[in-house]
């Protein structure tokens, strides 16, 4: 009866000193580093690009997505990858997992992000699935088609559903010198697209 009290009274000791050396310990390092600079994955645009994103639901080729369920998207939000909301939306009503979203790279009181790396969030019936995308400035002498900013793709899964995030299309004006002499028109038929 002694040894058992005396053994669990020496556990009692590890464990709190090991909770209390932890506490001291950190945040400062080397015990607990500090948070990565940025994503392990991200995709880049420049400043001012709206982004377009979009809820990939992939059935797998033995379905093991779980087929049979809908999944609805209930809303989406965007934040720093250093911490904070920077634009946030829910839907009034869960919409359909196809319903595009785009971001116009603006936070909650209409101004433009900060060049960085952001955290885009999409919100569905079944689960959260993240994105990372880093907003870059743009050189003055550049279009998106002569020099893509870099970026480090993350991978996609086979069964469980994933962003895709892309420049949402803006070439409406004749004269933009990044989409051709009158849109992107031309490009679509220059590719084969449109004929």
Avoid: H, N
Wanted: a negative charge.
């Amino acid at each position: 009866m002694m040894k058992r009290a005396i053994l669990s009274t020496l556990a009692i000791v590890l464990l709190g000193g090991g909770l209390a050396l932890g506490q001291v310990c950190c945040p400062p390092p080397p015990c607990c580093p500090p948070p990565p600079p940025e994503p392990p994955c991200y995709t880049t645009f420049w400043v001012g690009e709206p982004l377009l994103v979009e809820l990939v639901i992939p059935w797998g080729l033995f379905c093991c997505c779980c087929c049979g369920t809908t999944t609805m998207i209930t809303g989406w939000s965007v934040e720093a990858f250093s911490g904070g909301v920077v634009y946030q939306y829910t839907y009034p009503a869960p919409v359909s997992a196809d319903t595009q979203i785009v971001w116009d790279q603006k936070d909650l009181a209409g101004v433009q992000v900060a060049p960085g790396f952001y955290t885009i969030t999409v919100t569905t019936t079944d689960k959260v699935v993240q994105t990372y995308v880093k907003i870059d400035e743009k050189q003055s002498d550049c279009c998106f088609f002569l020099c893509t900013p870099l970026s480090r793709p993350c991978g996609i899964s086979l069964c469980d559903p994933y962003l895709k995030v892309s420049r949402a299309p803006t070439c409406t004006t004749c004269g933009d010198p990044c989409c051709g002499p009158c849109g992107c028109l031309p490009f679509l038929f220059f590719l084969g697209i449109g004929k």
